[in-house]
C-alpha cells in the first residue's frame, strides 16, 4: 500500500464565501478588549477572530477573517489542538450558513395546520409572549413535565437550563438513541466507563487501526482522520470492514466486504483465533480483566469456518486479519465509530469491539485507546432548581431498557402518543435538531405532533420540523454569537472559546438571550441571572484563575500535560462492578440478557430487494448543510450506489440497461417511494445492498437550493429494530427496490 499524505483525506478550503451578503458590522468588544487583537499578514481580511466551529458536534477551533464586518474566509486555529491549523471540508462552509439567504430572518407564527408551513412573521415580543403563554398554560393544565426538549448543538445547553429551571426533566439528544447509545453502554458494561466525544483514540500512534462499518475519510472528523494520515505516513495499516469499498478501504491492507447484520459474527470469529493461537495480551488480562474463562469457552466453537457463511468472508482471511490485527498489539486499535444503531444487536455488539480492546490489551495504552481528563471550570453559581420532576417519559412502564444512560429522544416521541408510558407529553421545544429526518420513521414523528397543544422550535434554517411548529425563533449562526466555554476531556487538556465575529444578522438572536427572555416571561428570572452570555463565560474563566485576554486572543488555552496511557505512569482502573474489565457481564446477566455477545443471523429481505445502508459524504453534516450553496459546489445531491454485476439484471430494466447517472425512484418494503435519485452503478458494493448519503431529499419550502434534490433515505425508514439493553434505534433494516423512471426508458 502507498504511502498517503494528509492532503488526501484532507482538502482546506480557504477561498472566500460564494453568497453575497452583508453583514451588520463588527462586534470590536468583548470582555473589554479589542477583539482585532489578532493581526494575520496573509489573510485577505482586516481582522482575525479565533472561535470554534458548529458544522458538526466536532466544535474545531477556527479563525474567522472579517473586512468590513464581513468574514471572507474560515481557517484551522494552529493552537487549537482539534483542527491543528486544519479544517475538514465541511468546515470551511460556515461562510455558506452565515450567508445562506434561505436563513430564518423573523420570528413566526404558525397560521395554517400543522406541516402546512404557513406562518406570518411578528415581533420578537410577540413571538416571546406566545412562547410564555404556552409553556404557562401546559404546566397549569399538565405540569412541567409534560414539556420535553430535543435539542443537538452546543447552544442547546441555555435551554437544558431552562427546561430544568422550569420542572421538566424529559431533555434528549437524537445523537444518542440514533447514533452513539450503543457504543457508550457497551462500554461501560466491559470497562466502566463510556467513550464520549472526541473520543480519545491514540490514531497517531497505532500500528493497525481497524474501522468496521466506520468510514474515517467520508465520516470527517478532522482530527481523527489527520492521525490517520501520520499513523499510515508512520508505517501503520488499515483493516477495513464495510460492504462497500469507501475511501479508506482504498487505503487498507485487507478490505472485507462483509454480509451487512453479521458484523458481531465476525467479531467473535476474531476472539476464537486471538485465544486459540494465544496471540492476547496474557499479562494484561491476568492483572486488569476476569471473565476471561468464560470467554474462551463461549468462542471455541466460533471458528471462522463458523463465521464463513454467515459473513461471506473466507475463512483464511477471517484468520489472517485476526492475526494481523493482534500482531500490532497494543497499539491496535478497533475503531468503535459513531453511528453505531444499525440492527438492533448493537450493543452486544459494541461489547464485542470493547472486548476485542481487552484481548489486545489497548485500553489505556500508547497506540490504542487513551484515558484523557480535561481543565476544570467551575460551574456558574445558579440558582437551585426547586422543582422535582417525575421520572422522565422516555420508557414504558415496563422495564425495558433498563442500561440506557441518557434519555431517549425516540421515547419521548413515543410518550407524546398514546401508550404504556409513566404519562403522555403535550408539549416539544426543538433546539437545532431536524427531527423529521433525525428519528426513525418520519410518519411516526409527524403523527406524534399532531397530538401537541405547543410546539417551539429554535433553528438557523427553515428545516422541515420549523415547518410543523407553532413558534419558529430564528437563532443566528455560530459566528454570530457567544455560547459557554468548551473543555472536554482530551489527550491535551484545553479550554476554547466561542465568541461572535459579526453581529447577529437580520433579527435572528442568540440562544442565550432566547432561553433568557423566555425565563423572564414565565417567572424564572432568578435562574438566568447574568446579563449576558460574555458576563457567564468570563466568570467561568475567572473563576478557574485562567486568563480571559489570553483565551480571547487565542480562542484556545491549553492545560497540565498529565499522563493518558500506561507508558506515560498512568494506573488503570475500572469502574465495574468487579473493579476489573469484565469480559463476562454480571450485570447483563442479572437483567437476562447474554453476558458475552451471542450472534443471531439478521433477517433477510424480500426477494429482489436490497438492504439500504446509509452514510456521510466529507463536506457535510447529515441534512444539517445540504442547503450550504458554498459546499454543494463540491457535492450538490446524493446518489444511490448498486453493484454493477446486480444492476444489469434489474427488473424493470429490460429495455435498457441501469447507467451511471441515470434516475431511479427507491421503493422500500412497505411501498414507499423516494425522489428520483441518480444511479451509482459501480463494483465498489456488495450486491445484495444499496448505498446512499443521509440527509438529502428535502421537502421544506423554505430550504430552496436543497429542496427535491437527491433522495431522503429517512423516509425510506420506516422500520427499526430497538436494542433491548439501552433503547438505540437500528435503522439498517430496511431494504429497497429500484425502479426506472418512464421516461429514460423511451
Known amino acids: 500500500m502507498s504511502d498517503i499524505s494528509r492532503r488526501s483525506f484532507i482538502k482546506i478550503g480557504t477561498a472566500g464565501a460564494g453568497a453575497a451578503a452583508v453583514g451588520s458590522g463588527l462586534l470590536s468588544q468583548w470582555w473589554g478588549l479589542d477583539s482585532s487583537a489578532m493581526p494575520d499578514p496573509q489573510t485577505d481580511g482586516d481582522q482575525v477572530i479565533p472561535t ?41 462552509g460556515g461562510i455558506g450558513l452565515l450567508y445562506d439567504p434561505d436563513r430564518l430572518k423573523k420570528p413566526l407564527v404558525r397560521t395554517g395546520k400543522r406541516g402546512a408551513e404557513q406562518f406570518t412573521e411578528v415581533s420578537w415580543d410577540a413571538a416571546l409572549d406566545r412562547v410564555a403563554e404556552g409553556m404557562l398554560r ?19 445547553s441555555w435551554f437544558k437550563h431552562l427546561l430544568k429551571a422550569y420542572g421538566s426533566a424529559n431533555i434528549a439528544a437524537p445523537s444518542y438513541a440514533q447514533c452513539r447509545g450503543p457504543r457508550e453502554v457497551g462500554f461501560e458494561l466491559t470497562f466502566g466507563q463510556g467513550l464520549g466525544s472526541p473520543e480519545p483514540l491514540d490514531i497517531e500512534n497505532t500500528r493497525c487501526l481497524t474501522l468496521i462499518g466506520g468510514h474515517l475519510g467520508e465520516n470527517m472528523h478532522n482530527t481523527q482522520v489527520q492521525d490517520m494520515a501520520r499513523a499510515i505516513s508512520r508505517g501503520a495499516q488499515l483493516v477495513v470492514v464495510d460492504p462497500r469499498f469507501s475511501t479508506a478501504a482504498g487505503k487498507a491492507k485487507y478490505w472485507l466486504p462483509i454480509k451487512p447484520g453479521t458484523d458481531l459474527a465476525l467479531l467473535l470469529a476474531w476472539m476464537h483465533v486471538i485465544i486459540s493461537e494465544k496471540l492476547y495480551d496474557a499479562d494484561y488480562l491476568q492483572q486488569h480483566a476476569i471473565g476471561f474463562d468464560q470467554l474462551k469457552a463461549h468462542v471455541a466453537d466460533k471458528t471462522p469456518d463458523w463465521a464463513y457463511p454467515h459473513t461471506g468472508i473466507r475463512p483464511e482471511l477471517i484468520a489472517e486479519t485476526a492475526r494481523f490485527i493482534a500482531g500490532a498489539k497494543p497499539a491496535s486499535i478497533i475503531h468503535p465509530g459513531r453511528r453505531t444503531t444499525w440492527y438492533g444487536d448493537d450493543t452486544q455488539r459494541q461489547r464485542a469491539v470493547a472486548i476485542l480492546a481487552a484481548l489486545l490489551g489497548s485500553w489505556g495504552r500508547r497506540g490504542g485507546f487513551l484515558l484523557p481528563s480535561g481543565m476544570d471550570l467551575p460551574a456558574f453559581p445558579y440558582t437551585s432548581y426547586h422543582h422535582k420532576p417525575k421520572t422522565i417519559a422516555d420508557k414504558p412502564k415496563q422495564t425495558l431498557y433498563p442500561l440506557a444512560g441518557e434519555t431517549l429522544a425516540s421515547g419521548l416521541c413515543d410518550a407524546t402518543m398514546k401508550g404504556d408510558f409513566p404519562y403522555n407529553l403535550k408539549g416539544w421545544i426543538v433546539y437545532g435538531s431536524n427531527l423529521i429526518q433525525a428519528l426513525p420513521d418520519p410518519r411516526q414523528t409527524q403523527k406524534a405532533i399532531e397530538g401537541l397543544e405547543f410546539m417551539v422550535a429554535v433553528d438557523v434554517l427553515p428545516s422541515e420540523i420549523c415547518g410543523w411548529a407553532d413558534v419558529v425563533l430564528p437563532e443566528c449562526t455560530y459566528l454570530e454569537r457567544c455560547d459557554d466555554v468548551h473543555a472536554p476531556s482530551y489527550k491535551e487538556p484545553y479550554v476554547a472559546v466561542r465568541q461572535p465575529v459579526i453581529e447577529p444578522m437580520y433579527d435572528a438572536k442568540p440562544g442565550w438571550w432566547i432561553a433568557r427572555e423566555i425565563a423572564h416571561r414565565i417567572g424564572l428570572e432568578d435562574y438566568f441571572p447574568w446579563k449576558d452570555s460574555f458576563e457567564y463565560a468570563k466568570h467561568r474563566v475567572k473563576q478557574a484563575g485562567y486568563s480571559c485576554a489570553e483565551l480571547q486572543k487565542k ?48 433477517e433477510e429481505g424480500p426477494p429482489g430487494m436490497f438492504r439500504l445502508l446509509f452514510g456521510r459524504a466529507p463536506m457535510h453534516t447529515f441534512g444539517r448543510t445540504s442547503n450550504n450553496r458554498f459546499l454543494s459546489q463540491v457535492f450538490d445531491e446524493n446518489e444511490v450506489w448498486i453493484n454493477s454485476r446486480v444492476a444489469r439484471g434489474l427488473p424493470g430494466f429490460e429495455e435498457r440497461p441501469l447507467k451511471t447517472g441515470d434516475k431511479v425512484v427507491l421503493v422500500n418494503q412497505d411501498g414507499v417511494k423516494s425522489n428520483p435519485v441518480r444511479a451509482r452503478v459501480t463494483e465498489r458494493i456488495r450486491g445484495d445492498c444499496v448505498y446512499m448519503v443521509h440527509g438529502w431529499g428535502h421537502t421544506a419550502k423554505g430550504l430552496r437550493y436543497a429542496r427535491g ?38
Open 52 to 92: 470554534f466551529c458548529e458544522l458538526c458536534f466536532w466544535k474545531c477551533g477556527v479563525l474567522a477573517h472579517v473586512r468590513d464586518g464581513r468574514v471572507t474566509k474560515i481557517t484551522g486555529n494552529p493552537e487549537h489542538p482539534l483542527s491543528r491549523g486544519r479544517l475538514c471540508p465541511r468546515g470551511t
Open 138 to 156: 401546559l404546566r397549569e393544565r399538565h405540569g412541567p413535565e409534560a414539556l420535553a426538549l430535543f435539542s443537538h448543538g452546543y447552544g442547546g
Open 555 to 602: 480562542g484556545v488555552l491549553r492545560g497540565k500535560q498529565v499522563p493518558v496511557c500506561q507508558e506515560e505512569g498512568l494506573a488503570l482502573s475500572f469502574d465495574t462492578p468487579s473493579g476489573k474489565i469484565e469480559l463476562h457481564s454480571e450485570a447483563l446477566k442479572n437483567l437476562g440478557f447474554h453476558p458475552i455477545p451471542e450472534y443471531s443471523p439478521p
Open 709 to 746: 434534490r437527491g433522495a431522503s433515505d429517512s423516509e425510506l425508514i420506516t422500520r427499526y429494530k430497538v436494542d433491548p439493553i439501552m433503547g438505540g434505534t437500528g435503522m439498517n433494516v430496511n431494504f429497497v427496490r429500484l425502479e426506472p423512471l418512464p421516461e429514460q426508458l423511451s
